[in-house]
Each structure stands twice: as C-alpha cells, then as structure tokens.
C-alpha cells in the first residue's frame, strides 16, 4: 500500500509540473517598458527601424506604445509594451536580437532619445 501511495504521489507531482509548463509555454507575455523622451517624434521614428528589424529577424512579437491620460501626477507618461504570444516566443526573440549586431547597434543608440524609467515582465493570467 505505501508503495502505491508513493507512486501516486510521484504521479500527481509530475502531472502538476508538466501542467505547469505547459500553462507557461501557452500563456502570453508582455515586457512593459517606462520611458521618459524630450523627443516623441524622434523616438517613434526610432521604433519604426526596430520594428523593421524584428521582421527580418523573425521576431513574434507585437509592439505598441501607449500614453497614460488620465493617470493624476503620471499623465502623460509613455509606455513600450512588447507583447509575445509565449514564453518560447520570448526566449526565441532575446536569442535573436542578441545575437544580431545591428540590432544590438539600434538598441544602445536608443539611449539618445529616451530614458528608461522601468522594465517589468509580465504573465497573462
């Protein structure tokens, strides 16, 4: 009897494990980035390029900036949110625009026209 309930243990840890990461591989991402600009106009056509580079590298990803309105003493304020539809599809696109040289050129250059406030990752629930 131990020995059954041993395996049945052993069972319903690796049913929750595999559970697990099959939620994880299957639910969506989103990189929130804060950013502070003197330059909208500057930074938009900036964006521009680095969609244009996450094509031709491949990149399953889904960029927008937005602006808070009505946000008391944080209206205004710009956020970046890249959006994967996979923890696989984040992992493959840091692989990617890490290895790429000219994107990697893109990304420092970027420090010209913005600053970032803050970097979070989120999980849809």
């Not at 680095?50 to 009505?70: C, D, E, H, I, N």
């Not at 539809?85 to 000219?102: G, H, I, L, M």
């Amino acid at each position: 009897m131990p020995r059954k309930i041993a395996s049945f243990m052993v069972a319903a840890a690796l049913a929750v494990a595999m559970s697990s990461a099959a939620f994880a591989a299957s639910t969506q991402w989103a990189r929130v980035i804060t950013i502070k600009t003197d330059n909208l106009s500057a930074y938009m056509t900036e964006l521009d390029k680095g969609r244009a580079m996450l094509k031709r590298l491949g990149v399953s990803v889904q960029l927008r900036v937005w602006r808070a309105q009505f946000a008391g003493p944080q209206a205004g304020t710009l956020i970046v949110t890249q959006e994967y539809p996979s923890w696989a599809a984040f992992a493959d696109a840091q692989a990617k625009t890490a290895a790429d040289p000219e994107f990697s050129k893109w990304v420092a250059g970027l420090d010209k026209v913005r600053t970032i406030v803050s970097d979070s990752l989120y999980r849809e629930l």
